[in-house]
């Protein structure tokens, strides 16, 4: 997968809105501050892509991020600090909801979770959304360099030790800062994007209709 190509495309504002010819997307959510637009610019090796999601009027979208061949990273919107109406939150939250239920491209969920505070609501709802859908669920600890390596090993194993009764889910340490778990999680990027349903389909269209 190349990350590196990785080009904004479109804001959508709801599920109807996003685009069509997506064959495989991941998504990733997190709390506003939890470390998700450095994540997505050193994934992608690029420094300020992501900051295309936090200009004024794109906040609240979904973001898509081209890589190749109608593969995307798509930035969701976060929030927990941001002080926005009820109503406004309520909103978003049901977008949010219906994405992550309906989405046909969506083919797994990236979490992003401050390693000095996980399992704040918002993990929780994202992770419950997952498990509904049953939709693969990666973590990323962020900010990992925050705390000692102890510390930051024993929180891995106690997320890892709750993640072990879901079917799909997975967390590792992250850090934009020290680019720690880079490759790792360009790895189950990769994995997901290229999964081989897709590749069947791929297969199936050379080869023509089956009889
Ligand atoms: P977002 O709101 O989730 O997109 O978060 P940002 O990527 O904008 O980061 C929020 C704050 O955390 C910023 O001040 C970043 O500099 C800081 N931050 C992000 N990643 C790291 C990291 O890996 N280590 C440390 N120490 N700080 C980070």
Not at 3 to 16: E, G, P, R, T
Not at 101 to 110: E, H, K, M
Not at 137 to 156: C, E, F, V, Y
Request: glycine share 6%; aromatic share 6%; net charge neutral.
């Amino acid at each position: 997968m190349n990350f590196n190509q990785a080009q904004f495309v479109v804001s959508a504002a709801n599920l109807k809105a996003c685009p069509l010819d997506s064959l495989a997307e991941v998504a990733f959510a997190g709390r506003s501050n939890a470390g998700k637009s450095s994540a997505i610019n050193t994934i992608t090796g690029q420094n300020r892509l992501a900051r295309i999601s936090k200009t004024p009027g794109r906040t609240q979208l979904i973001n898509f991020f081209a890589l190749n061949e109608g593969r995307h990273l798509v930035d969701l919107p976060g929030y927990g600090f941001a002080k926005v109406p009820l109503k406004v939150k309520d909103k978003w939250q049901r977008e949010l909801e219906q994405y992550l239920r309906q989405r046909d491209a969506l083919v797994g969920l990236i979490l992003l979770s401050d390693i000095r505070h996980p399992r704040k609501e918002f993990d929780r709802m994202m992770i419950d959304w997952a498990v509904q859908s049953d939709l693969p669920l990666h973590i990323l600890l962020t900010k990992s360099d925050k705390l000692k390596r102890g510390a930051a090993q024993n929180t891995l194993l106690s997320v890892q030790k709750e993640l072990a009764a879901l079917d799909n889910g997975s967390v590792q340490l992250f850090s934009s800062l020290k680019n720690v778990g880079v490759d790792e999680a360009r790895a189950k990027l990769s994995d997901w994007l290229s999964s081989p349903n897709m590749i069947d389909e791929v297969e199936n269209e050379a080869e023509g209709p089956a009889e």
